[in-house]
């Protein structure tokens, strides 16, 4: 694993018939930040904010989070990262926002849904994304977003938060990409319409898996269902790609299975370029796409759409694997 990793760290992620992949990195915090350089991600295309609170006793304030955006930027490679609003609830509790017992915390009141009672907390944390995202090449993402409706109030918040920075005369980034969280099938149904609304997506296929396949991702009574070699999480990842490509939409996807070389196979067949991983998996990732044909990946992408048991698919992408490498 070491060897490959100094091996290709500064080798391209590009295909043997010439296809360039971007291998970027999910990050939890500073630290994760300077492993992605060195295992030659190309940037940080998760960073998922909410261990900052997590591991906070108490609020941190803007300036706090300014400090900690501004090092993630500092220390990610090539300066881009993609900062994702936060994404507590669900199993994510903080003391401060008080807790909620909830029959379903997975489909219940987590993520974006808090806006509507802590509209301060979330615009303290544009702020600091705002004004940290000078220091580089930053898009700002949002999780679990299931209408329409959310994206246009999130969008509101963003403008006036612009709009209250600009009045303070606050050095901010003006430009920052908006970007949304593909993680709940109704939002990866109406793929088209949300593209309207947003310069990039990214898609969350553990949650989406869970929600595909109504199967908690945590418990391990249902662990055979929750997992992506079901073919119904493979077709809808199909169109969801395919749409995006024919709209020219940047999209990523940013669950376990970009780390996954059997999932990363009918991924590229669908046309998906751009995968985010823990920063562990990138040498692995990059040595196999350095090894293959992209073209043959179509007919992988094919067959696993058309293949019914969730078996027969595993088998068959690890006899595929196997074959390439
Ligand atoms: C996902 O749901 O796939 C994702 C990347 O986000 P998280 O694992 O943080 O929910
Ligand atoms: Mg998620």
Redesign the pocket.
């Known amino acids: 694993q070491r060897d490959r990793m100094v091996e290709n760290r500064d080798l391209p992620a590009v295909s043997q018939d010439g296809h360039a992949i971007e291998l970027l990195s999910n990050v939890n915090g500073v630290p994760d930040a300077l492993v992605s350089q060195s295992v030659g991600a190309s940037g940080v295309g998760l960073y998922r904010t909410e261990y900052l609170f997590l591991t906070h006793p108490t609020v941190p304030t803007e300036s706090e989070q300014y400090e900690n955006y501004r090092q993630i930027i500092e220390q990610a490679p090539n300066r881009r990262v993609i900062i994702r609003t936060l994404?507590l609830g669900g199993d994510k509790q903080v003391p401060y926002l008080g807790t909620h017992r909830e029959a379903n915390p997975f489909m219940g009141w987590r993520s974006v849904r808090l806006l509507s009672a802590y509209p301060d907390f979330f615009q303290t944390q544009l702020r600091a994304i705002l004004r940290a995202g000078q220091a580089g090449d930053v898009g700002l993402l949002f999780?679990?977003i299931s209408t329409v409706e959310e994206i246009h109030r999130l969008r509101r918040l963003v403008d006036r938060t612009r709009m209250e920075l600009t009045r303070g005369n606050v050095p901010f980034q003006g430009k920052l990409a908006i970007g949304v969280?593909i993680?709940v099938p109704a939002a990866a149904l109406c793929i088209d319409q949300m593209l309207d609304e947003v310069d990039f997506v990214s898609i969350?296929s553990?949650?989406l898996t869970q929600y595909v396949m109504a199967a908690d991702r945590d418990n391990p009574k249902v662990a055979h269902l929750c997992e992506p070699f079901h073919p119904p999480v493979f077709r809808l990842l199909r169109s969801v790609i395919r749409t995006c490509n024919e709209r020219g939409k940047p999209v990523t996807l940013c669950?376990e299975m970009a780390g996954r070389p059997r999932c990363v196979l009918p991924l590229l067949g669908m046309g998906l370029r751009r995968f985010s991983m823990s920063p562990a998996f990138v040498p692995t990732i990059k040595a196999l796409i350095r090894k293959i044909d992209l073209k043959d990946c179509i007919p992988i992408a094919e067959q696993v759409t058309r293949l019914r048991r969730a078996d027969e698919v595993r088998a068959y992408l690890s006899e595929r694997l196997r074959a390439i490498c």
């Open positions: 994404d999780p679990m969280m993680e969350g553990n949650d669950g």
